[in-house]
């Protein structure tokens, strides 16, 4: 079964960077979607960004310019840079990953651990 490790989190003052990473192992296959939610204390876990190995990205409004998602072409990896970072970003990012589904239903899921972001003002 595939398995998602996230790493790169901290803490970090407003408008500095982080890079996260994460590496999913478990499948000699590239998994169709990868990316990032994130979760706030007290609020619903939500998309960050993603991005499918055919290239498509999707950000979240709020990050928009500021974050950028890419994927490693010798592994199935992903990174997300974080940039003019904000209190607002801080959350647990979870790494994310979906296979491509069919017409017989959608594709497998996978959720790492999470790794905490902590921006301070």
């Known amino acids: 079964q595939v398995q998602l490790v996230e790493s790169g989190g901290g803490l970090v003052q407003a408008g500095g960077s982080l890079r996260l990473s994460c590496v999913a192992s478990?499948?000699?296959?590239?998994?169709?979607?990868m990316g990032w939610y994130r979760q706030a204390p007290g609020m619903p876990r939500e998309l960050v960004a993603t991005?499918?190995?055919?290239?498509?990205?999707d950000f979240a409004d709020s990050v928009k310019g500021r974050f950028t998602v890419s994927r490693g072409s010798a592994r199935n990896t992903v990174f997300l840079q974080m940039n003019d970072l904000k209190p607002v970003d801080t959350a647990i990012y979870y790494c994310?990953?979906?296979?491509?589904?069919?017409?017989?239903?959608?594709?497998?899921?996978?959720w790492g651990q999470g790794t905490q972001v902590t921006v301070s003002s």
């Open positions: 994310y990953g979906q296979e491509l589904g069919t017409e017989r239903g959608r594709g497998a899921e996978y």
């Open positions: 991005v499918t190995t055919g290239g498509r990205t």
């Open positions: 478990g499948t000699d296959y590239s998994v169709w979607q």
